[in-house]
Structures are given as C-alpha cells and as structure tokens.
C-alpha cells in the first residue's frame, strides 16, 4: 500500500483558474504568505521571520508535485545559509531513506558521479525538482540528512503491525529504523488520516488502520533522523510532504517524544484555487502558510 504523500485539501480542483497567455501557455499566480492565524504578509517579512526565528528545525510541509514550493524551498535555504555559519545547517529529505545516506555524502563530496547517485540512492520520480537544493548543498558544503527508512520496513508494518519490527532487533536493520519501539499514531493524527483517506473516496475502515502505523513509522523516522542531526548542526530545513506536520502532528509530535521542547517552526506550501485569504481549513495549518496557484502541480 501507498502511504498518503500529499493531498489536496483545499477544495475541488479548479480546470482553468489561472490567466492564460495568447499563446495558450497559463500564467501562474505569484504564491501569497500568511501567518498561521490568517494574516496577509508579504514575502520579505515571511523571508524575514524565517531568518529570525530561533527554531532549530524548520519543517516545509509541500505537496510533492508543486513546483513553486520547490522553488521556494531553495529560496528558503539560500537565505538561512547566508544567515549562519557555513557548517551550522543541514537539509533533510523525507524521500531519501537512511540507506542512501553513504551515496549522498559520497555526491555531497564529488565522490560520486549524477548518475551514479541516482542509481543508488532510489531517488524520487520527480528528482530533478530536488536536485537544485542538493547541488546547493553540494557546493557550499551543507549536510544532507536522507531522513527516512526503507520502504520494506513500512510494508512489513502495514502487512503486520508495529510489532513485526521487533523480529529485527539483533540485526543491523536498527541502524535503519528509530528506537524501537516507536510510538503509534496520536487520536488527533488518527482522525485527521482517516478524514483525508474519507475526501479521497477509501471508505473501508480496515485500510487506514493498515496504513496508519506504516505513516507513523515514516514519521517517527523522520523525527529521530532530524533529532541525531542536531548534534552536529544548529539549524536544520526538513521538506517533507504537508500531511506529515500539518497542524502541529506526526511528525512533530515525535520531535517532541525525542527531544522535548524542541522548538520548531512549521512552514506549509498549499496549492489552492483561493490566493487571497486562507480559509478554515487552511487556517493554523502550521506556523507561516503559503498559497500557490493549483496550476503549479
């Protein structure tokens, strides 16, 4: 089974809502900014309050087919970068496993050719939308942490539960997967999955029961990858899929279980058909809220 990336839950799917050029080509909307609570910003404070913010982990929730949230991802690394010291930030990617990781440095250190690095490193369909953050990374020196496990791990959860992990603790399997074992899925988390797998029309109830401790897992992974990473660096950017840390759960609420108090700022990138206000449900979604035009995915 699929684990839920990222889903539009923004309203119904607009065919044609942005301008549309002479030539046919569609003109997308600049994205707008927002604090959580709604207030309209520009983009030089919303660049602004990431800089300042004394957060240790900056996670960017995106929907992983938005190209705008792409490129404001590396808009957003380039300014962090210029405000710290060289070797104080890391990037984390939640579509990068822990297996990777010995490629990654090895491409980080011009090791390791392109293409040898896509080929061992089971990159994601869409790599080459990430591939600037990681040639930034690459040529100033930035750590980047392959922050998940291996997917064979969350097949054997969701075919057998949390439990089935178990059989791999005298193995070298744990260097792959958090402290076992990890927690489940809060109510909170568990109710906000099952309503998003109810918009996308799966009604059965024994599928999210299946699923949800898979996606826990993922994020459980993704917490104690970041965490271990704060012991080398000051500042971390996580981009992950929005489900993931959106209105303060999973992800984050495992952060707090391997480092409580741990102070993070939470920045989610929504495709929507509506620019100009966030509605209810957009509404405290995290801490900074950015709207694109659903045109960009």
């Not at 490193?121 to 942490?145: K, M, T, W």
């Not at 990858?225 to 950017?237: A, F, H, N, R, Y």
Request: glycine share 6%.
């Amino acid at each position: 089974l699929k684990l839920i990336r990222s889903v539009r839950t923004t309203g119904p799917i607009a065919l044609n809502c942005a301008a549309m050029t002479t030539s046919g080509a569609v003109t997308l909307r600049d994205p707008t900014f927002f604090l959580g609570s709604g207030q309209s910003i520009d983009k030089s404070e919303f660049i602004q309050r990431i800089k300042d913010s004394s957060a240790r982990v900056i996670c960017i929730g995106e929907n992983h087919g938005d190209s705008a949230a792409h490129g404001l991802e590396l808009d957003i690394l380039q300014h962090i970068a210029q405000s710290k010291d060289e070797h104080k930030v890391a990037l984390s990617l939640e579509f990068y496993d822990r297996e990777s990781q010995t490629v990654i440095n090895e491409y980080l250190q011009g090791l390791a050719t392109l293409d040898t690095f896509l080929g061992d490193s089971r990159p994601p369909a869409n790599y080459i939308d990430y591939q600037p953050l990681l040639d930034h990374c690459a040529e100033f020196g930035f750590p980047v942490i392959a922050s998940n496990c291996p997917r064979r791990y969350t097949r054997m959860v969701s075919k057998s539960g949390r439990a089935s992990l178990e059989q791999l603790t005298d193995s070298k399997a744990l260097e792959l997967l958090p402290p076992l074992p990890y927690n489940g899925a809060s109510k909170a988390y568990k109710d906000n999955f099952i309503s998003i797998m109810e918009k996308m029309g799966n009604t059965n109830p024994t599928v999210p029961t299946s699923m949800l401790d898979a996606q826990s897992l993922w994020d459980a992974t993704m917490a104690h990858s970041i965490v271990m990473g704060l012991d080398k660096v000051e500042k971390i950017i996580h981009v992950t899929g929005y489900f993931h840390v959106q209105y303060g759960l999973g992800t984050l609420e495992h952060l707090q279980i391997y480092k409580p108090g741990l102070d993070v700022l939470t920045v989610i990138v929504l495709p929507s058909e509506e620019l100009d206000s966030l509605n209810e449900e957009q509404r405290n979604i995290g801490d900074l809220v950015v709207l694109t035009d659903i045109n960009s995915l």
